[in-house]
């Protein structure tokens, strides 16, 4: 049930059961509070003074459809990559998939909208790119969303194309989606390390 609508659902009623109906409203405002910034919620616009690249995950549709007015605010303003799932970017966008991307591309500099089994879609101004799911033989789809994030942004960090952080994501989820839980083993950890490798070496410029 992990990362579907019925999981989240269910998930959601635990949660304000247990925390209060307000739960879900109450995260983003609290951000860091209890640090000595009040974390990003309270100065997103320290990171952008910092020059940093500023990425967001949409987290679930519960947290979209709770925070609407301060997730729009945070990523027309100050979020340079958005990562949602098909879920999460309708409950934003109130748009299907597809549109969804082009509605929050229109906000940010990247938007990463995962459609599950079927891939995911990148979009960078008019930039676009379908991305196939890697192969893989699926188990357990926990973590699959976070290490596609992680691979995205390990290739945006060394420059790559568009389409190749959508690719390395997309590996590294394949990998995490073949075992229980989010710990990568060392056979699959080693597989996708060369897949990386092969990916990245064929997008470097060579001298």
Known sequence: MAGTKAGGKKAAATNKARYGK???????????????????????????????????????YNVVESNDAFLHDIVENYVDIVFANETEAKAYSKLEPREALDDIASQCKIA???????????????????????????????GAG????????????????LKVCGEIGS???????EVIGTKIDIPRWKAAKKEIREIIAENTPTE
Not at 130 to 135: E, H, L, R, S
Not at 171 to 177: D, E, L, S, T
Request: with cysteine; aromatic share 10%; proline share 4%.
């Open 22 to 60: 307000d739960w879900y409203a109450n995260i983003g405002r609290k951000g860091g509070s209890n640090g000595h910034t009040g974390g990003f919620a309270a100065n997103p616009e320290l990171a952008k003074e910092a020059g940093c690249i500023i990425s967001i995950d949409m987290a679930s």
């Open 112 to 142: 990463v909208v995962k459609v599950g089994k079927d891939g995911s879609m990148v979009k960078s101004g008019d930039e676009y790119h379908f991305i196939q799911a890697w192969p893989a033989t699926p188990v357990d789809a926990t």
């Open 146 to 161: 976070d290490t596609y994030a992680a691979g995205f942004l390990y290739a945006h960090s060394l420059g790559m194309p």
């Open 171 to 177: 590996i590294i989820a394949a990998k995490v989606v």
